[in-house]
T-cell receptor
Framework: EAGVTQFPSHSVIEKGQTVTLRCDPI?????LYWYRRVMGKEIKFLLH????????ESGMPNNRFLAERTGGTYSTLKVQPAELEDSGVYFC????????????FGPGTRLTVL | AQSVTQLGSHVSVSEGALVLLRCNYS??????LFWYVQYPNQGLQLLLK??????LVKGINGFEAEFKKSETSFHLTKPSAHMSDAAEYFC?????????????FGRGTSLIVHP
């Protein structure tokens, strides 16, 4: 069974540009989560999808961040326009409806905004 | 509200020595507690979790953790460190079925294992 995959693994962009991160959860997992870790700090929750619906987006920093989950499968997280403080590692995780608190994490996307 | 404190951003041990990574939590409801490990260039992997059953939880790779309510602690231990245990370890707390499954993470502890 394939795990959670994320693309790209690294992205370097300039301030003001747009970046789109993609997450493919484990097949059949209804729950999909996005997190961010700024260097040396905690991993912070961004938002939670249940299938295609946003269940909780309380962690989204501002309206420059837009997350979607097409058809309840893969998810994208777009940052537009990117700012320096958006740099960090963005993790995606998924869990099943039957065991929602066991989350499986992807390897993360390291975003650097110059 | 919930929070996690991991004591020590770095812990260094010799191969074969006891591993002890400390985690204290704060939660207004009975917590679910987790330890995750992140190896270089990989995602977080669940080591073990406590969900209100046995207070001593055994996980993968020989790790275990004990939930101590009176001390609000969930320290991670392993009797004998291997070189392959070198990684970053994260403690996390959630409210579980009484509330949100969204975990709150600690800042992480890097485990360094010397030959």
């Amino acid at each position: 069974e394939a795990g959670v995959t994320q693309f790209p693994s690294h992205s370097v962009i300039e301030k003001g540009q747009t970046v789109t991160l993609r997450c493919d959860p484990i097949s059949g997992h209804d729950n999909l989560y996005w997190y961010r870790r700024v260097m040396g700090k905690e991993i912070k929750f961004l938002l939670h999808f249940v299938k295609e619906s946003k269940q909780d987006e309380s962690g989204m920093p501002n309206n420059r961040f837009l997350a979607e989950r097409t058809g309840g499968t893969y998810s994208t997280l777009k940052v537009q326009p990117a700012e320096l403080e958006d740099s960090g590692v963005y993790f995606c995780a998924s869990s099943s409806r039957g065991d929602p608190d066991t989350q499986y994490f992807g390897p993360g996307t390291r975003l650097t905004v110059l | 509200a919930q929070s996690v404190t991991q004591l020590g951003s770095h812990v260094s041990v010799s191969e074969g020595a006891l591993v002890l990574l400390r985690c204290n939590y704060s939660s207004s409801v009975p917590p679910y507690l987790f330890w995750y490990v992140q190896y270089p260039n990989q995602g977080l992997q669940l080591l073990l979790k406590y969900t209100s059953a046995a207070t001593l939880v055994k996980g993968i790779n020989g790790f275990e953790a004990e939930f101590k309510k009176s001390e609000t602690s969930f320290h991670l231990t392993k009797p004998s460190a291997h070189m392959s245990d070198a990684a970053e370890y994260f403690c996390a707390v959630s409210h579980g079925r009484g509330g949100s499954y969204i975990p709150t993470f600690g800042r992480g502890t890097s485990l360094i294992v010397h030959p």
